[in-house]
């Protein structure tokens, strides 16, 4: 198995285009191990974190904060016992987002109601929000994702100066509990050009999903946000080791509904049962928890489907429900599936085989006309163009799609498009090609 960084396109035989390709058994540069047993299969669960994260202190209290740009990823520390503080600087239109990754030691001992709290204070102490999300019935230590924001418009929280971000454990009863590294993202949406509904939708087709049927095509899953590997409609197959998660990331366009079954492969060796073994979670672009499903494993194949999602719609941030207020943006949804390391007690290390059955449904439509630009450029976008952000009157397209930025477009619709290999090679020929030309010319 091979772990994609960003932009990374992977030939037959593990070479890289648009990117690197890091053979399984290695730990790329920024990445932090996480193995669950001394075996080769367990040696791949890692989780990496972005290339360009900038270290920062968590500082004690607000008046050492240091300030988090829109825009930017950084890695901290979460301290043993606590509070984390972070300063933000906004202006008055724009909402802003901030997520908080933990990663646990893969030997600690976490509970079901354990986890992290993520929460946006004002300068008087005024929560503006809160989010926390815990590690779940499977007890299993893995990297888990909770964000609170400031919204523009609503009835705290309004006006341009400084913030607070809160960071902190939820539900923590070991009592010598270790530090957790932590990685932080903060994203700007810029406010609409008019003014939009006020309400969410209140009717979308809920039935339960069609999962696809489309012949399985292999796509290993990367190890962390920032290299969460590209999906789309169809069927992709990995494997996972017990303690193992894997990141994909799947583009969903304006007015289009996201589909999601994950199913574990059956064992070849052992017996019992592990009453929460796989779990499956969505984060939307903004690495804000959607939704997730859990189920038990007994050795037989088993799967994982998640509830059914409304069509991506601006509006749906009006709901008090997380599964219809998270698909508020157009952009790369991410899918983080985790195996319970208490699987391999009862049925070895493995790897067991995955099965993803990704479901995007409906055309694209035009996406709401902002007044400005997000920040990061383009992460509220899946491609570009008119379509995935809008245009506020006078103003211009983002480029690139799904935060990934212009440029390695071609290459994304390749990756997602889960095209036949021989088409991939006759690319992947072309680019070197046209190097080659380029460099003869050069040295003529």
Not at 79 to 88: E, F, I, S, V, W
Not at 124 to 138: E, H, I, K, Q, R
Request: aromatic share 6%; with cysteine; glycine share 14%.
């Amino acid at each position: 198995m091979a772990v994609l960084l960003p932009g990374a396109l992977v030939l037959p035989g593990s070479v890289a285009l648009s990117g690197v390709a890091v053979a399984a058994g290695t730990t790329p540069s920024g990445s932090a191990s996480v193995p669950v047993s001394d075996s080769a299969a367990s040696s791949l669960s890692s989780f990496t974190f972005a290339e360009d994260a900038r270290p920062v202190p968590a500082a004690a209290g607000t008046t050492d904060a240091v300030r988090l740009e829109p825009g930017r990823t950084y890695r901290s520390t979460l301290p043993a016992d606590g509070k984390a503080y972070y300063r933000l600087v906004l202006d008055a239109p724009s909402n802003a987002y901030v997520s908080a990754t933990a990663v646990p030691d893969p030997d600690a001992t976490v509970s079901a109601i354990e986890g992290i709290k993520v929460s946006v204070q004002d300068a008087d102490g005024t929560s503006c929000s809160s989010d926390s999300t815990t590690f779940g019935a499977a007890r299993s230590p893995h990297p888990i994702a909770a964000g609170a924001a400031r919204e523009a418009g609503g009835p705290r929280c309004q006006g341009a100066g400084t913030y607070y971000v809160v960071v902190e454990r939820a539900g923590t009863t070991d009592s010598a509990p270790v530090a957790w590294d932590l990685e932080l993202a903060a994203v700007e949406e810029p406010g609409l050009a008019q003014a939009g509904a006020t309400k969410a939708p209140e009717a979308w087709d809920s039935a339960t999903p069609v999962a696809p049927t489309d012949e399985p095509e292999p796509r290993a899953g990367g190890a962390g946000f920032a290299s969460a590997t590209s999906v789309g409609q169809g069927v992709w197959t990995d494997d996972i080791a017990p303690g193992q998660t894997l990141f994909y990331k799947v583009p969903v366009d304006w007015s289009q509904q996201l589909s999601v079954t994950a199913e574990l492969g059956t064992a070849t060796t052992g017996s019992g049962y592990v009453g929460s073994a796989l779990d499956v979670s969505l984060y939307n672009p903004v690495r804000a928890f959607v939704t997730d499903r859990g189920v038990g494993y007994d050795g037989k194949q088993r799967t994982a489907a998640l509830a059914p999602l409304p069509p991506v719609d601006h509006a749906n941030r009006h709901s008090f429900t997380d599964r219809v207020s998270g698909m508020r943006f157009a952009g790369s949804y991410y899918l983080v599936v985790h195996l319970s390391a208490e699987v391999a007690e009862e049925f070895g290390d493995g790897p067991f085989g995955l099965m993803l059955r990704v479901g995007v449904k409906g055309a694209a439509q035009e996406g709401p006309a902002y007044a400005g630009q997000s920040v990061p450029k383009g992460v509220f976008q899946v491609r570009g163009g008119g379509l995935g952000g809008g245009l506020a009157p006078g103003g211009e397209a983002e480029a690139g799609g799904g935060g990934d930025g212009g440029g390695n477009g071609v290459m994304t619709a390749v990756a997602v498009g889960g095209i036949g290999a021989g088409s991939v090679i006759l690319v992947g020929l072309g680019v070197w090609a046209a190097v080659a030309r380029r460099r003869a010319g050069v040295a003529g």
